[in-house]
């Protein structure tokens, strides 16, 4: 009997543990502040956008063949599984490292087409110089490769870049990092409401 009551002690400490995970603060913007647009052509102060809320932030490119759109779809899951859970005051933003091509309009359309729910996601560009800035602050790579030009004069051009869905807490301060394209939604929505706490 002595031993069945340090087992189930054991088991209740362990899961005492397990579920007051606390997640480490792995990296932040360094209080450095970033002029970037929406998708709406509206001005965003960025991480200021951040401060209040938990966020999750994904980085593409709208031209993207593979990785991008998985990223994409994994948010609007995790998005979904929020809303589901009664989780509230969290925010999604969506970062293009490729704003030559990404404009305000073709972030707004790629939104549309995937049908994204828009009233807690918003889509960032900004100059090159900037977006380049950020997305190296956090170590996120984004280099172009090769490109082809088609007979129709469209250009076809990929980067090699980083696959990534940050977890920010509500002072902007990265606490976790995910494979974007491959990620574990429970385990996202696990750790966001332990941020929520």
């Known amino acids: 009997m002595k031993n069945k009551t340090r087992f189930l002690f054991i088991i209740e400490l362990l899961l005492i543990y397990a579920c007051s995970k606390d997640l480490p603060v792995i990296d932040s913007w360094d209080d450095n502040s970033y002029n970037l647009v929406s ?24 031209n993207c063949p593979s990785i991008c759109p998985l990223t994409t779809n994994n948010m609007r899951l995790i998005q979904k599984k929020v809303k589901e859970d ?20 073709a972030l707004r359309d790629y939104a549309r087409l995937r049908k994204l729910n828009l009233s807690n996601w918003i889509f960032l560009t900004g100059s090159k110089s900037t977006i380049d800035s950020l997305i190296k602050e956090v170590g996120v790579f984004a280099i172009k490769s090769d490109s082809t030009v088609l007979q129709n004069g469209k250009k ?3 980067f090699v870049h980083t696959d990534r869905i940050s977890l920010v807490d509500k002072n902007g301060r990265i606490r976790k990092n995910y494979q974007g394209s491959k990620i574990n939604i429970s385990e996202i929505v696990d750790d966001i409401k332990s941020l929520s706490n």
Request: a negative charge; hydrophobic letters at 35%.
């Open 156 to 158: 076809i051009y990929n």
């Open 86 to 105: 009664g989780i509230d005051n969290v925010e999604f933003i969506t970062i293009s490292f490729d704003p030559e091509n990404d404009t305000p309009a």
């Open 39 to 62: 998708q709406n052509n509206q001005p965003v102060k960025f991480p200021d956008i951040l401060k209040g809320k938990i966020s999750v932030v994904g980085y593409i490119y709208t």
